[in-house]
Each structure stands twice: as structure tokens, then as C-alpha cells.
């Protein structure tokens, strides 16, 4: 009976500063392109404005803003604009809520594709520079902080990480409300002076304090959880969105955890074993990527998916090498973990994808990160001696004890064997002697375990 829906269009935006090279501006429109068809919208087309900045009433000139309403049909100017009698589709960009649309855009004039619906801007716009261009262009326009949130909202799994993202959301979405005030809210009064606006304001400050409360109880619940597991050997995959870490986790545990070239396909932290199974195991961590101008809030979301992860001795820190702006993509990621406080934690810089690198390049990147590993997931022999690094790295770790286990208390050599390598056992008169080599911290548990009378 439902007809398939067309995949809205979309015309991406960006505003090229003085100092911004093409290459810079592509890979830029590359990676909103592809967080665009995350939500599931298709690229119609993009349109780069050469400027100072990304100030005015619009962002763009009025010559690009004449252009860019041509190919969505709106008028190109803002003020005085009426929704065309031929669109419904106003009525839908009025809604808070991104929707996919339930019929074509107007198509009357032409028998080809629809006209884009979506303008997406490559910035962080103000709320009145997103209005002022819906006006213009007759689209519905997000920014690139507003496409971020919205994918966070649709991945976001577990508990936490909804709460998280619905705070951000709400942050975001308030100003916006708050500026629509101007435009004509303000005669939606309900009674007592009190505007519907004030009202949504007040449900939002509502709202945020009730989940700043559970997401309160659920971190504590979490520390709880997680010192019981510190003295374990772990390494967290970090680093740029698609740089290649599912894959390499893939690779290194022999899991299913999933690869794909989305922008966050992954939100929540995965922890599998390594393959095979050293003594005692490790724990490989993926986890969310990093992106350039993340917004600040959900810096606090990455906080909480990535806490596990800063319990890792270990961050195996991955970059696309072949990307031409891997060196920004290092940056921006060096940046977020400064901010959620992982850079005092170890770390391995994996230059991945080099089968895309060619030789001259390659001897470049390796002069350029000597302590660098440089590889490809896709290489079996890079992906054993990387499980070697990181044995190794462990190795060095760990010390030798000796652990006198009771007849009494041969419930815990389970634990023991989980817990450190067994070198040697032996049997006296007053139980087992095991000879054990593991990190300090789960040698000390198990010391005190064996102490407890
Ligand atoms: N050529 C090549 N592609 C890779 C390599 N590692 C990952 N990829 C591809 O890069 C894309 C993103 O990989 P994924 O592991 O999902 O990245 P993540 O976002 O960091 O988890 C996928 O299409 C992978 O197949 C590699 O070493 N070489
Ligand atoms: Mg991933």
C-alpha cells in the first residue's frame, strides 16, 4: 500500500576561508557529505562561497544565495517570502523535527529529480543565519552541528548515551526556540503573560535537570562496576571517524563488531578479546570516532562512552593515512582526548590504510612519526605484528610473584588462572605454590584474597 519515499536531496554549503585550500574544502564537503547520507539524505550538489568568514545576515553573498535558492526554488531574498501555493512542504520544514518527507518536493515543473529539500551548511550557524536562509531558499537548513546531534540521536544504544545525547539536543534546540521569540512567537501568549515559549524554555531547564540527575546515579553505578575490572589488561582503539578502528578491532578479535564507511556507525564502546587468547587476556576497546567541530556537548557523550576506554593502559591511537588531511584529523582527535583527559594515558600512533599510501609517501609518514606504526586492517601480517606490539607493550607491564593458595582456598585458582599467567605450580604441606606473572594491581586482589582469613 505506502509507496516508497524518495530520499530527500540535499545541497551542501560551505563557506571557504582565506587560508582553506580545495583540498581542505573537499575533504571537508567529503565528510559532511557522508555524515548527510548517514541520515539517510542523498548529496544534490554543493556550493562553496570564497570568504572572510562565516558572519552576515545569511552566510553567503547575495549572488551565491541567488544561486542556491534557484536550485531549491525559493526567492533568494529573505524577507516578504509566502510559501509557494505548490508546496506543502513548508509546513514540514516549520516542524522541530527533522522528517522524511511523505511525498515528492514539488515536482509539477519537471519530470526529473525533485529539488533538493535540505540546504546543510558546513559551519555552526546562528539561529537567525539558519532562518534568514530557510526564508531565502524555501529549504529546510541544518547546520553541521544540528546533523551531528541528530545522528548522535538515532545511535545513541545504551541508557547513558541517550541521556547524553537528549541534553545535547535540548541545549541545542533551546536557542533556537529562543530566537523564533522574535519572529512572531510571542502572540502564542497562554495565559498569565506567559508566552508558550516560556513555557518550552522552562519543560527544557525542567527537563536537563532531571537528566543531569540520572545520568548523576548511572556514572556512579558505572565507577562502581569499573574498578572491579582495573587490574585488567586492556587497550582502547581511538581516533578519527573512519580511520579504520572497527576494522582493526575486527582484526584483532576475530568479532563481528561493525565495519562500515558511516560516520558513526559505532556510539557505544565494544569490548571483545584478543586473538588467539594470551595468558592472561587482553581486552581490545572500539570505540566512537572523533570529528572536527564536535560539539561541545556531546564531548560530554563521548566522555561517557569512552570512560571504559580510559581505563585502558593502552590507546592504540588510529588515522586514515591516506587521507590528504590525516594531519588535521591527528589534531582534532589529539584535541578531544586533552579534553576528556585521556592524554596522560599511553599511547601508539597507527598510521592505518597504507596499502592506499605509495612508497614515496610512506617513507615521508615514517620520517614524519618515526614511534609510529604504520599498517593496513586488511593486511593479516600487519594486524599479527600489531598483536605482537601490543603483547609486548603488556609485557613489560607485568611481574613475577609467588602465590600460596591454601587447600582451603582452591576456590580461587579459577580466578588466578584468569587473572595472570601461571608459571610454574608446585604442592607443599600447606597448599598449592603457583609461580605467576600478571600486573600488579591483579596480583595485589588476589594477594589480599589470600590473605583473608
Ligand atoms: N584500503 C583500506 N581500507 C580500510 C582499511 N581499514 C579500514 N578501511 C575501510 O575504511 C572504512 C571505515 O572503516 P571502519 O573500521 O568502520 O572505521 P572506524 O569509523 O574508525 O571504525 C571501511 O570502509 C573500511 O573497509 C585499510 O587498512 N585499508
Ligand atoms: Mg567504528
Do not use: C
Not at 602465590?403 to 598449592?432: F, H, M
Amino acid at each position: 500500500m505506502e509507496t516508497k519515499q524518495p530520499t530527500p536531496r540535499a545541497i551542501l554549503v560551505g563557506v571557504q576561508m582565506d587560508g582553506v585550500d580545495d583540498t581542505a574544502q573537499d575533504a571537508s564537503f567529503k565528510e559532511l557529505g557522508r555524515l548527510v547520507e548517514t541520515l539517510g539524505y542523498e548529496v544534490a550538489g554543493t556550493l562553496v562561497q570564497k570568504r572572510g568568514g562565516i558572519g552576515g545576515l545569511t552566510v553567503l553573498g547575495s549572488g551565491k544565495l541567488a544561486e542556491l535558492a534557484a536550485l531549491t526554488g525559493g526567492t533568494g531574498v529573505v524577507g516578504g517570502w509566502t510559501a509557494p501555493k505548490t508546496s506543502k512542504a513548508r509546513a514540514r520544514f516549520d516542524s522541530a523535527d527533522i522528517v522524511t518527507p511523505d511525498e515528492p518536493a514539488d515536482t509539477s515543473k519537471s519530470v526529473d529529480l525533485p529539488r533538493p529539500e535540505f540546504v546543510i551548511v558546513d559551519h555552526e550557524i546562528s539561529p537567525s543565519q539558519s532562518r534568514n536562509l530557510e526564508n531565502a531558499t524555501g529549504a529546510k537548513v541544518l547546520d553541521r552541528t544540528g546533523v551531528i546531534v541528530e545522528i548522535f540521536h538515532r545511535h545513541a544504544r545504551s541508557r547513558e548515551a541517550k541521556l547524553q545525547v537528549e541534553m545535547a539536543r535540548l541545549k541545542y534546540v533551546a536557542p533556537r526556540l529562543r530566537e523564533s521569540a522574535t519572529g512572531g512567537g510571542r502572540q502564542r501568549g497562554v495565559g498569565a503573560g506567559e508566552t508558550s515559549l516560556d513555557l518550552d524554555r522552562r519543560n527544557i531547564r525542567d527537563r536537563l535537570a532531571e537528566l543531569k540527575d540520572q545520568l548523576e546515579q548511572i556514572q556512579r553505578d558505572n565507577d562502581q562496576r569499573r574498578s572491579a575490572r582495573n587490574d585488567q589488561l586492556r587497550v582502547a582503539l581511538v581516533g578519527y571517524t573512519n580511520a579504520g578502528k572497527s576494522s582493526l578491532m575486527r582484526a584483532l578479535t576475530g568479532s563481528e563488531v561493525l565495519v562500515a564507511d558511516q560516520l558513526f556507525a559505532t556510539l557505544d564502546t565494544t569490548v571483545r578479546t584478543l586473538k588467539p587468547e594470551t595468558k592472561p587476556r587482553i581486552l581490545v576497546s572500539d570505540t566512537v570516532g572523533f570529528i572536527k567541530q564536535l560539539p561541545h556537548d556531546l564531548v560530554a557523550s563521548f566522555r561517557s562512552t569512552l570512560d571504559e576506554a580510559l581505563e585502558a593502559s593502552l590507546l592504540l591511537f588510529v588515522v586514515d593515512a591516506s587521507d590528504p588531511t590525516y594531519e588535521a584529523q591527528l589534531e582534532v582527535s589529539r584535541t578531544v582526548l586533552r579534553e576528556i583527559g585521556a592524554d596522560s594515558v599511553p599511547s601508539l600512533l597507527l598510521l592505518n590504510k597504507s596499502d592506499q599510501v605509495d612508497a614515496a609517501d610512506r617513507a615521508a609518514l615514517m620520517a614524519k612519526h618515526p614511534d609510529a606504526i604504520l599498517l593496513s586492517s586488511k593486511s593479516p601480517a600487519d594486524v599479527a605484528a600489531l598483536r605482537e606490539t601490543i603483547i609486548a607493550f603488556f609485557e613489560t607491564k607485568m611481574e613475577d610473584a609467588e602465590l600460596v593458595l591454601p587447600y582451603a582456598k582452591q576456590g580461587l585458582l579459577g580466578e588466578i588462572y584468569e587473572n595472570t599467567r601461571v608459571l610454574n605450580e608446585d604442592y607443599d604441606a600447606v597448599g598449592r605454590v603457583l609461580k605467576v606473572r600478571g600486573l600488579p594491581g591483579a596480583i595485589a586482589r588476589l594477594q589480599r584474597a589470600l590473605a583473608v582469613q
